[in-house]
């Protein structure tokens, strides 16, 4: 609307300038009404030369060509019809002249139209691509959260189930009802990760503990957890649910825990608000052939969410994952 007006402008200023000789015409001084309306006619009608010119650019039926053929035909009409009407009042003095100087003003003007519809089209239609990849972007999100949950896999239900029946035995019964609580506490934050993106650190902590519960009956305590992150720290940080899990079950899957091996788990936070998960190496004798879903998922995960990428050192005695966060 502001090109329009401003077009439009544009074309009647020369038609402007030369109102002070225009009043001296008797013809003019005897039909001042009409002379003045025809100024806000011309303007208006340059208005909605450009509006329409405009509008058949944006038909994003058509191709460009055809928007190209059919806003010139449209400029052809609508020059024609501008010349018959003021040809027709030539005599009371609103005449313009039918040649170069207005047939410029129409091209320049079609130009203008053409150009800024054409412009419009495309900025529609990256904002257009740009929503598809917003959403591509969501479903991919989506599908990595329910890989994720995939991973507490039937193996770790049947361990679960095993930790369960070995407690009952034992007839530690308030054991029994805390192993099953914190396994109920597992499962259910698995289960609603899917609707969660970004969660408080004090929440992935809090699911940490839990499976640390369950792993640690399961290892009967040679599985341990050293978190040294203070409450302040808890609430102040945001990741990606289920962000600590993928990297337990690496612990777990890669390296040997028995007596002879007792693992201690560090989490804690460094100076760059980055989590820091570290835990010594034990490899086992026959190393289990994984395809490394777990980290790359998590890695892609990340650097979708935070624009940062996940970081992991191995030295031979100490394997350690750097998780950035947000502040």
Excluded at 152 to 160: C, D, E, K, L, Q
Excluded at 241 to 260: F, G
Aim: charged share 15%; proline share 3%; hydrophobic share 40%.
């Amino acid at each position: 609307m502001w090109l329009g007006i401003i077009g439009a402008l544009i074309m009647v200023y020369p038609n402007l300038v030369y109102i002070p000789w225009h009043m001296e015409w008797p013809c003019v001084q005897e039909h001042l009404w009409l002379y003045w309306s025809f100024h806000v006619f011309r303007f208006c009608y340059f208005f909605l030369f450009f509006i329409l010119i405009y509008r058949l650019n944006t038909v994003k039926a058509w191709s460009l060509g055809k928007r190209l053929v059919y806003g010139l035909g449209a400029s052809v009409v609508t020059y024609g019809l501008f010349a018959l009407i003021s040809d027709s009042l030539s005599d009371y003095g609103v005449y313009d002249r039918i040649g170069t100087t207005l047939i410029l003003k129409f091209v320049a003007l079609y130009g203008l139209g053409a150009t800024t519809g054409h412009i419009s089209v495309l900025k529609e239609e990256q904002t257009r691509m740009a929503t598809e990849v917003e959403q591509l972007r969501a479903e991919n999100l989506q599908s990595q959260y329910a890989a994720l949950a995939g991973q507490i896999n039937p193996h770790f239900f049947f361990n679960s189930l095993s930790g369960i029946s070995s407690l009952v035995r034992s007839g530690d019964n308030k054991r029994t009802l805390d192993y099953i609580e914190e396994l109920s506490d597992v499962f259910r934050y698995t289960l609603q990760s899917s609707n969660k993106g970004m969660v408080p650190l004090n929440e992935e902590l809090a699911f940490t503990e839990s499976f640390r519960y369950v792993l640690e009956v399961r290892y009967a305590g040679k599985l341990t957890f050293d978190i040294q992150i203070d409450n302040q720290q808890k609430t102040n940080y945001m990741l990606p649910v289920l962000t600590l899990l993928p990297i337990i079950e690496n612990v777990i899957v890669h390296n040997c825990i028995d007596s002879a091996h007792s693992m201690k788990v560090s989490i804690g936070i460094n100076e760059h608000g980055e989590l820091v998960v570290s835990n010594p190496i034990y490899p086992k004798q026959q190393q289990p052939v994984t395809n490394g879903i777990g980290l790359k998922n998590l890695a892609n995960r990340l650097r979708l969410m935070s624009g940062r990428e996940l970081r992991v050192e191995n030295n031979g005695n100490r394997f350690t994952v750097y998780i950035p966060m947000k502040n």
